[in-house]
């Protein structure tokens, strides 16, 4: 394989890596925004310290994901995007509140912050839908016919259990007290529709499209395909077993979060696996949607030096606000 | 309505209420570096005050530029995905470059700036801060260049209807480049210095922040006074550069429509696209041909040149003049508001109230400027999305019907309005807030941690 035939595969795992880390990072902020409403005032503060320092770069992942589409595989974008044209703008609608939220619901009047709690509760919900239909939609090839509705729809009210779940987790792990303890029961309560959620759509995705069935159930790969649903099922099974246990409340608050994030690399592994080589499913490949080759090197030169930059300030990031949530103030 | 008119206005709308924010922004990163310095070099609270009522407004305008500018990088591939698939070659990796190298380096130290006070040193978090305003400033270059190369393509070669770069100094680099983003650095530290001018007026007019608002004015004041006639002989040379490669926007901003020697400057006129005449005509003879050609009797080519070829004329024509005029009037107001503040000993009880009033009117006149600006520049390059090339009719989306345009058009508009009133409001309920409310929240000497850091600081 020449340099200029791997550059669109390159792309595509950069895309994927991207996609991942927004799905993960802004889940966690989505998921505790799916909880505000479970919270008492106090707590909600809280909630919003645990993730307000983040949030900002979690979302430049999906301008990232979105941006490699729209450079690398240009083609697919106009493709994707004008099927998606009102999930997306849901979607951003959703993301917009959420975001201003943020930083209305501390900046206005004492009467107003409810308004700002209850939309920043609207926009993650709104978000985590739209993004939930829209998968759902780009799993099936965006085919039509009375069942792939229904398919999408069972994504759009998976996704943001599975976002809540992650949510809790994260809270878990951010939080003390009596928080803590509402985060280990509001995990347990998201458990249960995000597991019912990922067996049915493991069931019905090789059903609504033709190519996954043959992707997934032809030996010997079916065989070494199994680690993936298997591992799954360890991870949150793992998660789900911690979270009767005391200690999840001291040492090993962080192993439902982590148990969940693998659950989200497995998963995304699984996709990954079922569309390739493909980025739009039946339509359009890889090669056949990527930009010139001179175009990608460019940006990958860029790529080569920034990303790891980005990584390396990301976690110093995370390591200065490391540890339990406290009071956010600007100094 | 038409598709094509529909998702020019949904992605105008998006664009009008994204650049409101970054024009607040890029100048504001640079100011609070300022602020934050005064007041570890001076030890004065007011400085202290000053910075704590700025870091939020900055926080709260990053987060508005945000969540709009996600928005616009769908709109690419919704509204016109003949756009990327022509010309992808050249705008992906502008646009990379800005999401890899300035939206990253913002959004990852901003959680610091924001709220790392007391969890990292004072250098750590003036690095942090210095950062973010960097970031805010490189992420202008990529954009500009790439809205600069659809005004002046340079560097590039077009293969079957898909263009290939040559050049890509060439492409940054275009003949437009410099003056667009020199013109939109100082009209973003205008619409900042203003911002900080009229809220500081209002504060005083309130009774509040007696004093760290008369620091702020005094702040904002210097700077508009500073860079108005800078913008002034800036906005000359982005003109005559635009004559020199853009002839017809410039006829349409004068409202020349046939091309003519010893033009006049159009102060006031109807134009009249019907009947391709001025009407109620009222001008200064032979001050255009001056302004533009520096010669009175210069030739202006006008909008006959180009049929087919040439933008509407009315909104540029108005436009430009709108631009032009609130410019005049923010020249005016900040020498003779400097004049008087400072007679005044920039003290918050003798500045003339009248001068106040003013001041607190024009809070937001960079804002209205900058559009007026950007909406002359902008509507001059249509019929083209790049200029001369291609064309804006050729890369709108043809799978996506009216209607469906539509609502999302008014989704977006309903939300836009919403959000920008609730910014006003709540920039003028911080304004208010007493000082001693802002002071409370100040990190406290009994809390170890803080109270270190900050010392540290001082000695670095």
């Known amino acids: 394989m020449s340099f200029d035939h791997a550059l669109p595969l390159i792309f595509m795992a950069l895309m994927g890596v991207a996609m991942l880390i927004y799905v993960i990072s802004d889940g966690y902020d989505l998921g505790v925004g799916l909880l505000m409403h479970r919270a008492t005032a106090e707590e909600k503060d809280v909630l919003i310290a645990s993730i307000g320092p983040f949030w900002d770069a979690n979302e430049t992942w999906l301008v990232l994901g979105i941006g490699i589409l729209l450079v690398a595989f240009p083609k697919a974008h106009g493709v994707v995007l004008s099927q998606l044209y009102l999930p997306v703008t849901l979607m951003l609608v959703g993301l917009t509140l959420r975001g201003v939220a943020f930083d209305f619901r501390v900046k206005a009047k004492a009467s107003d912050k409810p ?13 985590s839908l739209s993004q939930g239909w829209m998968l759902g939609r780009y799993i099936s090839g965006f085919g039509e016919g009375w069942n792939y509705p229904i398919f999408a729809a069972a994504i759009a009210v998976a996704l943001p259990a599975a976002y809540a779940l992650l949510g809790a987790a994260w809270l878990i792990m951010k939080t003390e007290g009596e928080l803590q303890a ?148 600007y100094a | ?149 659809m005004q002046t393509p340079a560097g590039h070669v077009v293969v079957d209807g898909v263009f290939e770069v040559m050049n890509w100094f060439d492409v940054v680099f275009n003949p437009s480049f410099p003056y667009r983003f020199t013109h939109m650095m100082l009209a973003s530290a205008l619409t900042c210095s203003f911002l900080m001018a009229g809220l500081s007026a209002w504060q005083m007019l309130k009774g509040v922040a007696e004093t760290s608002a008369p620091k702020v004015m005094r702040v904002g004041l210097t700077v508009a006074a500073l860079l108005i006639p800078v913008q002034i002989l800036v906005g000359d040379a982005h003109g005559l550069n635009t004559l020199e490669h853009q002839p017809q926007k410039i006829a349409a901003i004068e409202g020349v429509w046939h091309t003519e020697r ?132 050729d890369v709108a989306a043809t799978n996506v019907t009216s209607p469906m345009i539509g609502m999302s058009l008014a989704m977006y508009l309903a939300l836009y309005l919403g959000l920008i009133l609730a910014y006003v409001g709540v920039l003028k309920y911080m304004a208010e807030k007493p000082e001693d409310l802002i002071e409370n929240d100040a990190p406290s000497p009994s809390k170890g941690r803080n109270a270190a850091a900050l010392n540290e600081g001082s000695v670095a």
Request: proline share 5%; glycine share 8%; hydrophobic share 60%.
């Open chain 2, 262 to 393: 010893d033009a006049p400057l159009l102060l006031f006129a109807w134009p009249d696209a019907a009947t391709q005449s001025n009407r109620f005509a009222v001008g200064i003879p032979d001050l255009a041909s001056l302004i533009l050609t520096h010669d009175r009797n210069g030739e202006i080519r006008g909008l006959n040149e180009f049929p087919g070829q040439h933008p509407p004329v009315a909104p540029l024509f108005w436009g430009f003049r709108i631009m032009v005029g609130v410019g005049m009037l923010m020249l005016a107001v900040s020498w003779v508001g400097w004049w008087l503040a400072r007679r005044a000993g920039w003290s918050a009880d003798r500045i003339p109230k009248r001068l106040l009033w003013v001041l607190t009117g024009m809070t937001f006149s960079g804002w209205v400027a900058t559009l007026a600006g950007w909406y002359v520049t902008e509507i001059g390059r249509q019929p083209f999305i790049v200029y001369g090339l291609l064309r804006t009719a």
């Open chain 1, 115 to 127: 308004l700002w709690d209850r939309l920043f509760f609207a926009g993650s919900m709104l978000a």
């Open chain 1, 182 to 329: 509402k985060a280990i029961a509001w995990a347990k309560l998201a458990w249960w529709p995000v597991v019912v959620g990922m067996v049915l759509i493991s069931l019905a995705t090789p059903w609504v499209s033709t190519t996954v069935r043959e992707r997934w159930f032809t030996l010997p790969a079916l065989i070494a395909l199994m680690v993936i649903p298997l591992a799954t099922g360890i991870s949150l099974l793992a998660a789900r077993l911690l979270l009767n246990k005391a200690i999840v409340r001291t040492t090993l608050c962080w192993v439902p979060f982590v148990a969940l994030i693998a659950v989200f690399v497995l998963g995304f592994i699984g996709l990954a696996y079922s569309i390739y080589p493909f980025v739009v499913i039946d339509r359009l490949t890889i090669w056949e949607a990527a930009s010139s080759p001179a175009a990608l090197k460019v940006i990958l030169i860029g790529v080569c030096i920034s990303v790891p930059a980005i990584a390396a300030y990301t976690v110093f990031s995370y390591r200065v606000f490391w540890g339990k949530a406290t009071e956010l103030r």
């Open chain 2, 1 to 149: 309505m038409d598709a094509i008119i529909l998702a020019r206005m949904q992605f105008a709308a998006n664009m009008t209420f994204h650049i409101l924010f970054p024009t607040i922004t890029i100048a504001l990163g640079w100011l609070l570096l300022f602020f934050r310095w005064r007041w570890l070099t001076t030890r004065d609270t007011a400085w202290l005050g000053a910075y704590r009522l700025w870091t939020k407004v900055f926080a709260l305008s990053f987060a508005l530029g945000v969540v709009s500018g996600i928005t616009m990088s769908f709109q690419f591939g919704t509204n016109w995905p003949g756009f990327m698939e022509k010309v992808g070659n050249v705008a992906g990796p502008l646009l990379g470059y800005e999401v890899l190298t300035a939206f990253f380096l913002e959004a990852g130290f901003l959680g610091i700036m924001l709220f790392g006070h007391g969890r990292v040193s004072e250098r750590v978090h003036m690095t942090a801060s210095f950062l973010v305003a960097f970031g805010t400033t490189v992420s202008a270059f990529w954009i500009l260049a790439l809205n600069s190369w």
